[in-house]
């Protein structure tokens, strides 16, 4: 039974990468993602130099491209590649963990809401909607100017605000799943709710949950990057927030210091390029109708 079981998922993950291989853009996106996960992981392989928060060659400040310093260096001297790869680990980690967070809160709201119905999903529902209606990046502000411009605070305020979204995709896909005969039959054999939600509710929305995490991604990194630029990051890690931050500092933009302001924009850019990619190609397989066209 066990081998049967195996053989099943690994025949779902082959028809799962036969799909999305089908969609150039998912593995451009793909690939993009890769490139960066794997050149953060190994940083302290690939970097150059090492990098210290304040730490650096003071004979070398603010000094563009060349043979030694490949993106030039910054106002305290440091490698810019070392820190553009350096923070690629940082913002890469808070984008993730942020992502874990909202996809946690929204689940629990999403399913609840949609299963149970009457006053319970009128209260999630409506607390939902006043979050709704609050612009993000203020609420953000307010929360790390409260809380503090820490690593995992970040996280927090991140995860706190992007949940709405995901919540309200799974109410709806959870109320039409409850219809379903095979709710019905659970239920006639006395079958819990918890028992219910756990073996036939998650299962179906599992693909719907996946695909809005990887489409929300891209948007903490974004979100990360903004308090960070803001000078609300954390300043004892790198990051690609806190170098654009650093870089608009010492005036990059108006002093010409393209080295400085180019490189952490990009990288943003192209991450969050590869997760709309990815969740355009994972959205054609959870949604046949998009396949279609």
């Given at each position: 039974?066990?081998?049967?079981?195996?053989?099943?998922?690994e025949?779902?993950?082959?028809?799962?990468?036969?799909?999305?291989?089908?969609?150039?853009?998912?593995?451009?996106g793909l690939?993009?993602?890769?490139?960066?996960?794997?050149?953060?992981?190994?940083?302290?392989v690939?970097?150059?130099?090492p990098?210290?928060?304040?730490?650096?060659?003071?004979?070398a400040?603010?000094?563009?491209p060349?043979?030694?310093?490949?993106?030039g260096?910054?106002?305290?001297?440091?490698?810019?590649?070392?820190?553009?790869i350096?923070?690629g680990?940082?913002s890469?980690?808070i984008?993730?963990?942020?992502?874990?967070?909202?996809?946690?809160?929204g689940?629990?709201?999403g399913?609840?809401?949609g299963?149970?119905g009457?006053?319970t999903?009128?209260?999630?529902?409506?607390?939902?909607?006043l979050?709704?209606?609050?612009?993000?990046?203020?609420?953000?502000?307010?929360?790390?100017?409260?809380?503090?411009?820490?690593f995992?605070?970040?996280?927090?305020?991140?995860?706190?605000r992007?949940?709405?979204?995901?919540a309200?995709v799974?109410r709806s896909?959870?109320i039409?799943l409850?219809?379903?005969?095979?709710?019905?039959?659970?239920?006639a054999?006395?079958?819990s709710?918890?028992?219910?939600?756990v073996r036939?509710?998650?299962?179906?929305?599992?693909?719907?949950?996946?695909?809005?995490m990887?489409?929300?991604v891209?948007?903490?990194?974004?979100?990360?990057a903004s308090l960070?630029f803001l000078?609300?990051?954390?300043p004892?890690h790198i990051?690609?927030?806190?170098?654009?931050?650093?870089?608009?500092?010492?005036g990059?933009?108006?002093?010409?210091f393209y080295w400085?302001?180019?490189?952490?924009?990009?990288c943003?850019?192209?991450?969050?390029?590869?997760?709309?990619?990815?969740?355009?190609a994972?959205?054609?397989?959870?949604?046949?109708?998009?396949?279609?066209?």
């Open positions: 039974m066990q081998k049967l079981k195996l053989k099943g998922y025949k779902s993950i082959r028809t799962f990468w036969d799909q999305y291989r089908e969609s150039g853009l998912g593995l451009l690939g993009i993602l890769l490139f960066f996960v794997l050149s953060s992981t190994f940083a302290e690939l970097i150059p130099y990098v210290g928060v304040r730490e650096g060659d003071r004979e400040i603010l000094k563009p060349s043979i030694k310093h490949l993106l260096t910054d106002e305290f001297g440091r490698d810019m590649l070392s820190i553009i350096q923070g680990r940082v890469l980690l984008g993730f963990l942020a992502t874990l967070v909202t996809a946690l809160i689940t629990l709201i399913i609840s809401a299963y149970f009457g006053k999903e009128e209260i999630l529902m409506r607390f939902t909607d979050l709704l209606v609050i612009p993000s990046l203020p609420l953000m502000i307010v929360l790390a100017s409260i809380l503090g411009a820490t995992w605070n970040m996280i927090l305020v991140i995860g706190i992007g949940w709405t979204g995901t309200r799974l896909q959870v039409s409850k219809e379903k005969p095979f709710i019905e039959s659970a239920r054999i006395g079958a709710d918890t028992r219910i939600i036939h509710i998650m299962p179906n929305v599992l693909p719907l949950i996946v695909a809005q990887v489409l929300r891209g948007s903490s990194i974004l979100s990360a960070s000078g609300l990051g954390d004892t990051s690609w927030g806190m170098t654009l931050h650093y870089a608009f500092s010492v990059s933009l108006f002093s010409n400085y302001l180019l490189p952490p924009g990009i943003i850019t192209l991450v969050i390029l590869s997760f709309t990619f990815i969740g355009y994972l959205d054609q397989i959870v949604n046949p109708r998009i396949r279609r066209r």
